[in-house]
């Protein structure tokens, strides 16, 4: 499975950006995708998950309400819509997917839940 995540950029306080993460490979099999992000010494975190079936999502608390996480099964891709984007949200963004479906009950929120891993794009939000 190769994950090629794409949509960061230099944006200001306020503006909205819309991530792509592209599933290739054996992407027919039950798993849950998440988006992290990083900032440069700092461990990655948990931003937001949406469940294989039937389709639960969850968000991070400092996101919650201004993030919308969503999959297009037909074209295997993974989308993050960041709206009201501040400078704290600057980071490298990584989708990733869980193989671990029919192990975990619930979204996994740590990153070694996750077996895949985009390469990671960067958002810059100014003020």
């Known amino acids: 499975v190769q994950l090629q995540a794409s949509g960061g950029g230099s944006v200001q306080a306020g503006d909205s950006l819309r991530l792509s993460c592209a599933a290739s490979?054996?992407?027919?099999?039950?798993?849950?995708m998440g988006w992290f992000r990083q900032i440069p010494g700092k461990e990655r975190e948990f931003v937001a998950g949406?469940?294989?079936?039937?389709?639960?999502?969850k968000y991070a608390d400092s996101v919650k309400g201004r993030f919308t996480i969503s999959r297009d099964r037909d074209k295997n891709i993974l989308y993050l819509q960041m709206n009201v984007l501040t400078p704290e949200d600057t980071a490298v963004y990584y989708c990733?997917?869980?193989?671990?479906?029919?192990?975990?009950?619930?979204?996994?929120?740590?990153?070694?839940?996750?077996?895949?891993w985009g390469q990671g794009t960067l958002v810059t939000v100014s003020s």
């Open positions: 990733a997917r869980s193989e671990a479906y029919y192990v975990l009950e619930s979204i996994p929120v740590k990153d070694y839940e996750y077996d895949y």
């Open positions: 490979g054996r992407t027919s099999r039950p798993h849950d």
């Open positions: 949406i469940r294989w079936r039937p389709g639960d999502t």
